[in-house]
């Protein structure tokens, strides 16, 4: 069985949900981190801003981005955050961050929904010519390669904690889901995950040979019977 500890300030399961959503997602020889939050809350509780995706205005210009592609503004947003695998600094390469009109919140509750959010801009109209303060931001972060069994650590470089609901995903399996604080005081850790209990898989894998051969045998007697017939 997959066991995930995390060490956390943890808040009590009937909480309200938060403005602040991260997944953690383990899947074959990478983590991928994945947020969720309002766009002008960054800096806060980050510690690095989504400044990289407005104009000399103070504006986003989406017709900009278009041309640009936001991972760069994505980097800058996760320029603080301290990433360790098994105690390893290791670094987060962004793969995109989008903005979407706060008031019409999109689906982010597994790493495929959060791909989605932040890959497409559904609304660019309402969008361009907004500020951040009336948009939500969706980010993607990825390590590779990386050992995903082992112990990950999230320490945010902002100065003011915030209250997030954390989900964790061990090969596109929810295997985790709380409402925690961090902050500067309080950090992310999530333990390492056993592999799945391969000790079946042998009996299974001798069972199938064993079948596979007593059926090649049996199907080779019914062929020598039937020739002896002939």
């Known amino acids: 069985m997959f066991r995930t500890a995390l060490i956390a300030l943890l808040l009590p399961a009937s909480a309200a949900a938060s403005d602040i959503t991260m997944i953690v997602s383990r ?7 994945f947020v969720g939050l309002p766009a002008d809350d960054a800096p806060a509780w980050l510690g690095g801003g989504l400044d990289g995706l407005l104009d000399e205005d103070g504006l986003v210009n989406y017709d900009n981005l278009r041309l640009t592609g936001t991972a760069s503004a994505g980097d800058e947003m996760f320029s603080e955050i301290e990433f360790t695998v098994a105690g390893q600094p290791v670094a987060l390469e962004a793969m995109s961050v989008m903005v979407h009109p706060a008031d019409a919140e999109l689906y982010f509750g597994s790493p495929i929904e959060a791909e989605m959010a932040m890959s497409v801009c559904t609304a660019p109209d309402e969008v361009s010519g907004a500020t951040l303060s009336q948009l939500r931001a969706y980010a993607g972060f990825n390590a590779y390669p990386v050992d995903r069994f082992a112990e990950i650590g999230i320490a945010v470089g902002g100065s ?3 209250t997030i609901d954390l989900m964790v995903f061990e090969g596109h399996v929810l295997t985790q889901r709380d409402q925690i604080k961090v902050g500067p005081d309080a950090a992310i850790q999530l333990a390492g995950v056993e592999p799945a209990n391969r000790s079946f898989a ?4 001798l069972m199938l040979v064993a079948g596979g051969l007593a059926a090649a045998l049996g ?3 019914h062929r020598g019977r039937r020739a002896s017939l002939t």
Do not use: G, K, N
């Open 27 to 33: 899947t074959a020889e990478s983590v991928e981190v």
């Open 160 to 162: 003011e904690t915030r």
């Open 202 to 205: 042998l009996p299974i894998a």
């Open 219 to 221: 199907l080779s007697h």
